[in-house]
């Protein structure tokens, strides 16, 4: 993306629906978004597309596992893919759906197409193949045991007549692409990878399948109705489908992309057969192919069978929405991959937003109210400040580089560094002390000063937390638009003379208790969560709805217990905590702390027994470690354990 492009095509990967939202997708989804948000604010015309990918084998596979026709399955969860990102606030001009008759049309045009151009011939493929990917695999490529290299699940052996696309014949010219462009895959590092890959030579590709029918039929021109084209041709070229493609070409002035978005285990898709495919339409190339990384979770790889998914809805509504974009956006460098935990997003939250930018606006808003009735003038921030506004513009404006670049975190970095210059300068200035001498006039720079910081950095910061900016906007007066992005960035400006307002604090602090234990694992329904109690946490989540529904493997990913306490015992210095040993029947007794002592004394406890969620990984306490947690419910008549109605061996199994 370039500042200087005056169309901005911004397109996500389009998500299968055999599968819920998770922080995967949202991840995507937000750098999408805030490119998008970003682009627009800069006046450029904008397109940002995302959707969901509803045909193959793993679709009709998925929906006749639920008893329902592949449509009505694809229908439910593409609804819930778009409620998310409705709820979410992302700003796509598009949602294409595959099943989309317009998409349909422009596949089979786009078909037809590359057999006229000679691409296309028909032939039989016997080869492994991977459902849950939805690729092809020579043998050489698959694991020691037959899995699939990317997944490690089994292929199957297919054998059927299918139509090929001569990917081979495109070997040359896609490694001339990758030579003249450097930049055309992003990460530069990624780069290499797809270079050797082609280097190595490409095998033509099997693009229709005969097996299954839930897909985009082949043109009625080709005569030949067992076919249904392979879902990668068909998703793929939804890019260009969902701009009018072979229809109405209503919006075809956005292309090519300027930024397609993909993790890394679809990079070579997007790297390397949908160039092929665009060479064969003879339409230009997408500017930047960008490849994220993996997501892990407590430096675990997230699975379903492990039930450790991270639901972005559940974060979203624990911690709040600007909040979960930054983090994602600020805590990994694009391109790598990175690590969920609470703990991590609650610094970020308390040191970064409430500490650095949420405090600034706090003390703008007692300094102004306090000295100045909140009016604050920019007339002589210059007289007083001219070196400060100076560094601050240049920073700002060096910014937005790293932006086009896709490195956001850095661009974030930048931002924060102008917030400390804010920050710096009020310690360093002392303003009580100027009122306190009678320097009202550079009190008020100093006030102003800070003032245009915060105004500029919402400017900036518009795009990454949209709804907290706005009230940023409504206390500082401003408004955040293309018209003040040139007038306070590009051109280096002051704000206007204003009035501030109070608002609460953007950014309240979360406490160490508060961690909310909802998100803690996606293994605990949302009844269990409401009742669960393990040292002093409470939880804050407390919306069901489908997006939240788990399956009962992912209940199951959850052991619970019966457990019988055999000691019990306060932990000194804290208000709530008993520390207690508890017999699972494992030979040994395990450490648990839980914060229940408002409510049980601690010799009350000794030989009853509770309900424990055993496989919670263990936590560290006030120095002292927690090897599960107890289950409780708890309403306005206080707090009770979950016990068996009749005592069970130590280790019983609940179900
Ligand atoms: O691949 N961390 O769809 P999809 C980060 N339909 N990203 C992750 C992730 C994780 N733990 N898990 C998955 C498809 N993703 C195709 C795309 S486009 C023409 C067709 C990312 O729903 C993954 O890398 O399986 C991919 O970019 C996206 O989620 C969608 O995956």
New binding site residues.
């Given amino acids: 993306m370039s500042q200087k492009d005056n169309t901005i095509y911004i397109t996500t990967?389009?998500?299968?629906v055999n599968?819920v939202a998770?922080?995967?997708?949202a991840?995507?989804t937000i750098i999408a978004d805030t490119l998008a948000r970003y682009a627009r604010l800069t006046g450029n015309k904008t397109f940002f597309l995302t959707g969901t990918?509803e045909h193959g084998q793993k679709i009709e596979t998925s929906a006749a596992a639920r008893g329902k026709s592949p449509k009505e399955y694809a229908d439910e969860v593409s609804g819930k893919f778009r409620a998310l990102w409705d709820d979410f606030g992302i700003t796509y001009d598009r949602f294409i759906r595959t099943t989309d008759e317009e998409h349909k049309i422009g596949v089979q045009k786009a078909f037809q197409k590359m057999f006229d151009n000679g691409d296309i011939y028909k032939g039989n493929y016997e080869g492994n193949y991977c459902v849950s990917c939805e690729t092809f695999y020579t043998d050489a490529q698959l694991l020691d045991n037959a899995g699939c290299p990317d997944c490690g699940r089994p292929t199957t052996i297919v054998k059927e007549e299918s139509y090929f696309f001569a990917l081979s014949k495109y070997q040359d010219r896609l490694l001339k692409l990758y030579e003249e462009n450097p930049s055309f895959i992003l990460p530069k590092a990624k780069a290499k990878e797809i270079v050797n890959f082609v280097s190595g030579g490409l095998n033509d590709l099997s693009i229709s399948r005969t097996s299954f029918d839930w897909g985009v039929k082949l043109p009625a021109s080709m005569n030949d109705d067992k076919h249904v084209m392979y879902v990668?041709l068909d998703?793929?070229l939804?890019?260009i489908t969902a701009l009018g493609y072979g229809d109405d070409e209503k919006n075809m002035e956005f292309w090519p992309a300027n930024i397609q978005l993909?993790?890394?285990?679809?990079l070579r898709?997007?790297a390397i057969f949908w160039p092929a495919f665009l060479m064969s339409l003879d339409l230009p190339m997408p500017k930047h192919i960008a490849a994220?990384?993996?997501?892990?979770r407590d430096g675990e790889k997230?699975s379903k069978s492990k039930g450790n998914v991270v639901d972005p809805k559940e974060i979203a509504d624990a911690y709040g929405l600007d909040a979960f974009r930054y983090f994602l956006l600020r805590e990994v460098p694009f391109g790598q991959d990175g690590d969920f935990s609470q703990r991590a997003l609650m610094d970020r939250i308390n040191s970064d937003l409430g500490n650095d930018l949420g405090n600034l606006l706090n003390r703008i808003i007692g300094m102004s109210g306090k000295y100045f009735d909140y009016k604050v003038s920019s007339k002589d921030v210059l007289k007083y400040h001219e070196k400060e506004m100076k560094e601050v513009d240049a920073l700002l404006e060096g910014s937005e580089e790293f932006l086009y670049h896709l490195q956001i975190n850095r661009f974030l970095e930048e931002i924060w560094k102008v917030l400390t210059i804010g920050n710096k300068a009020i310690g360093d200035y002392e303003p009580w002390n100027m009122m306190k001498d009678g320097k009202t006039q550079q009190a008020m720079a100093l006030v102003a000063l800070i003032t245009n910081i915060m105004a500029k950095v919402a400017v900036l910061l518009k795009s990454v937390l949209p709804s907290k900016v706005a009230e940023i906007e409504k206390s500082l007066g401003i408004t955040v638009d293309t018209q003040s992005y040139i007038s306070l960035i590009k051109n280096k400006e002051l704000i206007s003379d204003t009035t501030i307002t109070k608002i609460d604090a953007l950014f309240p602090r979360i406490e160490e208790e508060l961690i909310a234990t909802a998100v803690s694992s996606s293994t605990v329904t949302e009844t269990a969560k409401k009742c669960c109690t393990s040292d002093t946490k409470e939880i804050k989540v407390e919306k069901q709805d489908d997006a939240n529904l788990i399956t009962i493997d992912q209940f199951f990913g959850t052991s619970l217990k019966i457990g019988t306490i055999v000691e019990a015992e306060e932990v000194p210095k804290s208000a709530k905590l008993l520390k207690l040993q508890v017999d699972l029947g494992e030979g040994r007794n395990r450490q648990i702390l839980a914060g229940i002592k408002e409510y049980y004394s601690a010799e009350s406890l000794i030989g009853t027994q509770a309900c424990v969620v055993a496989n919670l990984k263990p936590a560290k306490l006030m120095g002292m470690l927690s090897e599960g947690m107890l289950l409780a419910a708890k309403d306005e008549n206080g707090l009770h354990l979950l016990r068996p109605e009749a005592p069970k061996k130590s280790g019983t199994k609940v179900s």
Avoid: R, S
Avoid at 262 to 266: A, S
Avoid at 292 to 296: A, I, R, S, V, Y
């Fill in positions: 990967p389009i998500y299968y599968d998770h922080i995967g997708h991840y995507t990918d990668w998703a793929l939804n890019y993909v993790g890394k285990d679809i898709f997007h994220h990384g993996w997501w892990t997230m």
